[in-house]
């Protein structure tokens, strides 16, 4: 079946922007996280919904960063006013159940 | 919060050897860890995981080993191929739906 997707797959933004990346899950999935992943490092964890909320929004870096999730399905994370410190690659993940997270092939953000 | 270390790095290794990844973690209540593979410009995708309950889990050519007392984990892939050339990442987490903890990953690059 179909797996997570994102879009769009690039985004060239110029600073001060705001910026929206959208996640779509895999369907049924009723968890869903957002990832950074900085030029040759690891992921860093941004928040996870579980339904429409927002149990952990933890990674957040700023208050510049927000996401939802609408129906239990579609995922938007915004940046608002966007710094060159925010590129990265964001990555989206879905779970079921036993936090078997399945990624979706990411955003690469470049901010100029 | 948790804290993963991976080692090494990188790891270069010849065609039909065997490669080994390490990995360690910080907190005690954490009992899920997976690995991921990542291909340049694609997402990571889970290629094997273990729970606190067993020691060791095999698939194939890869298997994982975890020690909860010493709380560190291994990966082990045998008889390589260039096609297993990728960065893998560890992760951690408390299990459910809990966010993943990832290593800084490896760059493991099979020599034909």
């Known amino acids: 079946g179909a797996g997570v997707s994102q879009s769009p797959s690039n985004k060239v933004t110029e600073k001060g922007k705001d910026v929206e990346l959208r996640c779509d899950p895999i369907s049924g999935h009723t968890a869903l996280y957002w990832y950074r992943q900085s030029l040759g490092q690891g992921l860093e964890f941004l928040i996870y919904f579980q339904g429409n909320s927002a149990p952990d929004k933890s990674g957040l870096p700023s208050d510049r960063f927000s996401a939802e999730r609408t129906g239990g399905s579609v995922s938007t994370l915004t940046i608002q006013r966007t710094q060159q410190e925010d590129s990265a690659v964001y990555l989206c993940?879905?779970?079921?159940?036993?936090?078997?997270?399945?990624f979706g092939p990411g955003t690469r953000l470049t901010v100029l | 919060g948790e804290n993963v270390e991976q080692h090494p790095s990188t790891l270069s290794v010849q065609e039909g050897d065997s490669a080994v990844i390490k990995c360690t973690y910080s907190d005690s209540a954490s009992n899920y860890f997976p690995w991921y593979k990542q291909e340049l410009g694609k997402g990571p995708q889970l290629i094997i995981d273990?729970?606190?309950?067993?020691g060791e889990k095999k698939d194939q050519r890869i298997a994982v080993t975890l020690n909860k007392t010493a709380k560190h984990f291994s990966l082990h892939i045998t008889e390589t191929q260039p096609e297993d050339s990728a960065v893998y990442f560890c992760a951690a987490s408390q299990g459910g739906n809990e966010k993943l903890t990832f290593g800084t990953g490896t760059r493991l690059t099979i020599i034909p």
């Open positions: 993940a879905s779970s079921l159940v036993n936090n078997e997270q399945f």
């Open positions: 273990i729970r606190s309950n067993v």
